[in-house]
Structure formats: C-alpha cells, structure tokens
Nanobody, 120 residues
Framework: VQLQASGGGLVQAGGSLRLSCAASGRTLSDDYVGWFRQTPGKEREFVATVRWSGTSKSYADSVKGRFTISTDNAKNTVYLLMDSLKPEDTAVYYC??????????????WGQGTLVTVSS
C-alpha cells in the first residue's frame, strides 16, 4: 500500500486543521491506520490509531479530546481532525498503516510527512 498525506499548514493556536491520508495500491479492509508526529531531535511519537472499520480508536494523552481520527472507506482515506491546536502540536505528521495494531505501532508502512505549524 502507498500512503499520501496532505493538509498540513500554518495555523494560529486555538485553530483547527484536518489532515488527510489517501491509500492506494490495494483496498484497506481489516488494517489499522494511524497518525504519528515528529519534531527535530525527537523520536517519532504516536498520535492516534483506528481500525479501518472505524472501531478501536486510540489516542495519545496529549491529544485526547482535541484530535479525532476517522476513516472513509469509499475514498480509501484516513483523516485526522485537529481542534484547539497548541504550539506544542507543531510537528511533521506522518500517516501509517499496518495489518495489526502491533504492526501499525511498530513496523508500519509510512506515508510522507506533512508539516503542521501552530503559531502562538
């Protein structure tokens, strides 16, 4: 599967952005998909994952209640709606896919990153 992320940009603190990640190459059916982020000098960190069916959502504590992950089966796309953005959310965001929840958290297929910058 190939993943293409988009939707990053510059936003003021308190604002919102929606990231999209379109999958191609095969139809995702029972996979897990997710979003991770990375800032310079730090390891890539988990943000959110979801089963392709839309169930089994999981969020990092730092984004819980502000970010929402969702899937659109017809478009083979996973979204990350980010509300109440904070400067500390500034990072390059990567989408990921894996056959299992362990795969997506450890050895996923990565999409290219999209930069999110939150100004204070």
């Amino acid at each position: 599967v190939q993943l293409q992320a988009s939707g990053g940009g510059l936003v003021q603190a308190g604002g919102s952005l929606r990231l999209s990640c379109a999958a191609s190459g095969r139809t995702l059916s029972d996979d897990y998909v997710g979003w991770f982020r990375q800032t310079p000098g730090k390891e890539r960190e988990f943000v959110a994952t979801v089963r392709w069916s839309g169930t089994s959502k999981s969020y990092a504590d730092s984004v819980k209640g502000r970010f929402t992950i969702s899937t659109d089966n017809a478009k083979n796309t996973v979204y990350l709606l980010m509300d109440s953005l904070k400067p500390e959310d500034t990072a390059v965001y990567y989408c990921a896919a894996g056959r299992t929840i362990v795969d997506v958290r450890t050895t996923p297929t990565w999409g290219q990153g999209t930069l999110v910058t939150v100004s204070s």
